[in-house]
C-alpha cells in the first residue's frame, strides 16, 4: 500500500496494518506484530496471546465447610494442598490482602452497606456475609501460608483413595496441580503478563486495560446476595474497560526460525482453576 502521502506516524500505522491484513490472508497463525524500538535498533516482534475468559475467582469459604465435614475432611487437606500451591508459588491474589483488587471491592460494598439503611433485613444478610468473608478469609490465609500444605502435597496425593466421582474430580484436580508445581516450582500465573502498550492517539476508555490480578483471584465465595452484588459492581466497571490483559509471548523476528509460542503452563493452570472452581461448588 502506498502510504507516503501521510505524515508520521500514520504512515507506519497505516503500512503494519496492511501488512496485518495480508498476514491474515495467507493464514499466518500470530496474533499480530509490533514495531519496536530499542537502543537505536528497530524490528519487528510477533506477539501471541493466550486467550481465556474471565472471571477466574477462586472461592475460599466452600473449602473451609469441607474441612469441617467428617466424610470430605481428605478431599479437603488435598485441595488445601492444591490452593496452598496457587497461593506460594502460582501468587494468585487473596482477597484478604490489602493490595488486591478484591479487597478494595469488598471495602467498597462495606461502606455502602453501612450507608444503606433503607432494606433494613437485606443490610444485616449482608453484613452477616461480609463478617463470615473476612473471619473465614483470615482464617483460610492462615492454613494457605503453611508450608506444610506444600510439603506434604505429595503424600497427600499418593494416600488419598477414590470411592466415588467427586473423590476422582479432586484427585484429577491436585494431580494436574501436583504436576504443575513438579514442573514448573517457580512460575506464576503472571509470567508472560503482557508489557503496558501506551498510544497517544487513544482515549481514556479505550487505554484502560483489566488486569490479570482483577479478574484472577481467590475469594469468600460465588454464592449469596452479598457476592451478587459484588458480582453486579466488577461486571459494570469492566464494562467501562477498553481491553483484557491476556499471557502474552513477544517473539522478535529477526531472519531465524520463529518457534511457536509456548503456552503449556497457561493453558494447564488455567485448566486446574476451571476444575478446582467445579469441586469447590459441587
Not at 108 to 116: C, K, L, V
Not at 122 to 136: A, D, F, G, P, R
Not at 151 to 172: P, S
Not at 177 to 199: D, G, M, V, W
Request: aromatic residues 16%; hydrophobic residues 35%.
Amino acid at each position: 500500500m502506498y502510504t507516503k502521502d501521510f505524515v508520521y506516524p500514520y504512515n507506519i500505522s497505516l503500512a503494519m496494518w496492511d501488512m496485518e491484513t495480508k498476514l491474515e490472508k495467507a493464514n499466518i497463525e500470530w496474533n499480530s506484530f509490533k514495531l519496536i524500538q530499542n537502543n537505536k535498533k528497530t524490528f519487528f516482534v510477533r506477539k501471541d496471546c493466550f486467550r481465556i475468559f474471565p472471571i477466574y475467582y477462586i472461592p475460599i469459604v466452600p473449602l473451609y465447610q469441607m474441612l469441617k465435614e467428617p466424610n470430605r475432611k481428605k478431599n479437603a487437606q488435598l485441595l488445601l494442598s492444591v490452593c496452598s500451591y496457587l497461593y506460594h508459588i502460582a501468587n494468585i491474589p487473596y482477597y484478604r490482602q490489602q493490595n488486591s483488587y478484591l479487597f478494595w471491592i469488598y471495602e467498597m460494598h462495606e461502606d455502602w452497606i453501612d450507608q444503606n439503611d433503607e432494606d433494613e433485613e437485606n443490610v444485616e444478610e449482608y453484613k452477616s456475609q461480609l463478617k463470615i468473608s473476612e473471619i473465614i478469609g483470615d482464617k483460610m490465609e492462615q492454613k494457605l501460608f503453611n508450608h506444610k500444605n506444600l510439603e506434604m502435597f505429595g503424600q497427600r496425593l499418593n494416600n488419598f483413595e477414590k470411592h466415588n466421582d467427586f473423590d476422582h474430580n479432586c484427585w484429577q484436580v491436585a494431580s494436574d496441580a501436583f504436576a504443575l508445581y513438579s514442573e514448573y516450582p517457580s512460575t506464576t500465573i503472571f509470567r508472560n503478563k503482557p508489557i503496558p502498550e501506551q498510544n497517544p492517539y487513544d482515549d481514556d476508555y479505550n487505554s484502560r486495560t483489566i488486569g490479570m490480578d482483577m479478574y484472577i483471584s481467590f475469594v469468600a465465595n460465588t454464592e449469596g446476595c452479598l457476592y451478587q452484588h459484588l458480582e453486579e459492581s466488577i461486571n459494570v466497571e469492566f464494562n467501562e474497560y477498553g481491553s483484557v490483559e491476556e499471557p502474552t509471548i513477544y517473539t522478535p523476528i529477526n531472519s531465524t526460525f520463529i518457534k511457536a509460542a509456548d503456552f503449556d503452563f497457561e493453558h494447564r493452570i488455567f485448566t486446574v482453576l476451571d476444575n478446582l472452581y467445579k469441586v469447590l461448588t459441587t
